[in-house]
């Protein structure tokens, strides 16, 4: 591993401040940087230890190029759709300076641009057994480590679910056996702009004790903490799944 760099950020800093990122420079992506992000990605847990993943990196070469353009079809087609449906250019979306129309412009250009990210990475999953509702729990671990350690080591880059829609057209392109499960898309890259706090709603809202609905007075955030407002509000909203 390069000390220098692993050790610039500590683990609990570096999960309080990975954010999604969406724009990336041009600087490539070092093989070393690759390496080192894909064995931290795999030191995730799995049920059993099966480590049921593989990961699809995807660069320069001409099939990496065409299934980039399959995943930024489809990032465009996504966004467009949730721009138009979650209303973005309407109540706050209006001002410029609002979080709505900042994640707006975000993602516009994150849409627009998908093709340039430097590295795009497909993790997937071979299922061993009926689909679980744990199964889940052995893919994204290591996605979120993978996303952690691009974060130590300076990148960035954000989970997507761009490869849902085009699944069948990269297995073909890039000869993935059909029982494999394309899980996420993740572009990585050096950010333009910087990682820093991640915005949740305060932890008050979150963790109940010894019941539903029962907040200790333990549970708050460290001072300072800043919060958003995304996401429903309040502890006592629970979705109704019809
Ligand atoms: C399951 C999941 C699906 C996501 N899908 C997308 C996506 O399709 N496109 C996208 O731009 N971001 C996607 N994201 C990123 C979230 O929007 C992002 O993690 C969230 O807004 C928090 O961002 P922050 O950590 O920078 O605060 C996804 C994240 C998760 C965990």
């Not at 995943?71 to 966004?79: D, T």
């Not at 250009?109 to 299922?127: T, Y």
């Not at 109940?208 to 995304?230: C, K, L, N, S």
Request: neutral net charge.
């Amino acid at each position: 591993m390069s000390e220098s760099k692993t050790h610039m950020i500590g683990l609990l800093e570096g999960i309080a401040s990975t954010r999604a990122i969406r724009r990336f420079t041009d600087e490539p992506v070092s093989d070393e940087d690759l390496a080192q992000i894909l064995f931290l990605a795999t030191r995730a847990p799995s049920g059993s230890n099966r480590q049921p993943w593989r990961f699809i990196v995807l660069r320069d070469d001409e099939r990496s190029l065409q299934a980039k353009q399959l995943l930024g079809e489809m990032a465009r087609r996504m966004w467009e759709f949730k721009r138009r449906g979650d209303r973005y250019d309407e109540g706050s979306g209006q001002r410029k300076d609002s979080p709505k129309s900042r994640l707006a412009r975000s993602m516009d250009h994150f849409a627009a641009h998908f093709e340039e990210a430097p590295v795009v990475i497909l993790p997937c999953f071979l299922p061993y057994r009926e689909s679980n509702p744990m199964d889940g729990a052995s893919i994204y671990p290591c996605c979120q480590n993978l996303l952690l350690a691009a974060r130590g080591l300076g990148l960035g880059g954000v989970m997507t679910g761009f490869q849902a829609g085009v699944d069948q057209e990269l297995k073909a392109l890039l000869g993935i056996p059909e029982s494999v499960v394309l899980s996420a898309c993740i572009p990585l890259g050096h950010p333009q702009g910087s990682h820093g706090p991640v915005r949740r709603r305060p932890l008050s809202e979150f963790v109940f004790e010894g019941g539903w609905d029962q907040t200790p007075t333990w549970a708050v955030d460290p001072t300072g903490t800043r919060h958003t407002r995304a996401g429903p509000p309040g502890h006592r909203t629970v979705i109704d799944p019809k």
